[in-house]
C-alpha cells in the first residue's frame, strides 16, 4: 500500500506563489508516475501536471509558464511550484501517485487564490 500526503495548500493572493508538496510512503514503486490534480467546487476533477519517475514533465495548458512539478525520487516526493497565481486557481489539489500495479491517491490540499 502506498501512503500520500499533500502539504503546503493556503491562502494567497493573485500574482503570488504557492509550493505543493507531495510525499509518499510504503510500497512505491520506483517506476511510479505522480501527478498533480485539482479539482474546483461544482467542477469535474483535471489534471493539472504530471511527472514519470525519469522526470519527463506534461502540464495542462492552463498551467503552462506558471506551475512546474518536480520530483525528488530519493525522498519519493514530488513537488509543485506555483507561481502568478489566479482566483481561477481556486481548487483542492490532489496528489496521485501509480504503477503498473496501483494507483493511489491524497487527501488533498485546499488553494485560494483571492483577487
Known amino acids: 500500500q502506498v501512503q500520500l500526503v499533500e502539504s503546503g495548500g493556503g491562502l494567497v493572493q493573485a500574482g503570488g506563489s504557492l509550493r505543493l508538496s507531495c510525499a509518499a510512503s510504503?510500497?512505491?514503486?520506483?517506476?511510479?508516475?505522480m501527478g498533480w490534480y485539482r479539482q474546483a467546487p461544482g467542477k469535474q476533477r483535471e489534471v493539472v501536471a504530471v511527472?514519470?519517475?525519469?522526470?519527463?514533465?506534461n502540464y495542462a495548458d492552463f498551467v503552462k509558464g506558471r506551475f512546474t512539478i518536480s520530483r525528488d525520487n530519493a525522498k519519493n516526493t514530488a513537488y509543485l511550484q506555483m507561481n502568478k497565481l489566479e482566483p481561477e486557481d481556486t481548487a483542492v489539489y490532489y496528489c496521485?501517485?501509480?504503477?503498473?500495479?496501483?494507483?493511489?491517491w491524497g487527501q488533498g490540499t485546499q488553494v485560494t487564490v483571492s483577487s
Open positions: 496521485k501517485s501509480w504503477s503498473v500495479s496501483y494507483e493511489y
Open positions: 510504503g510500497s512505491v514503486s520506483r517506476l511510479n508516475v
Open positions: 511527472i514519470t519517475s525519469k522526470a519527463s514533465t
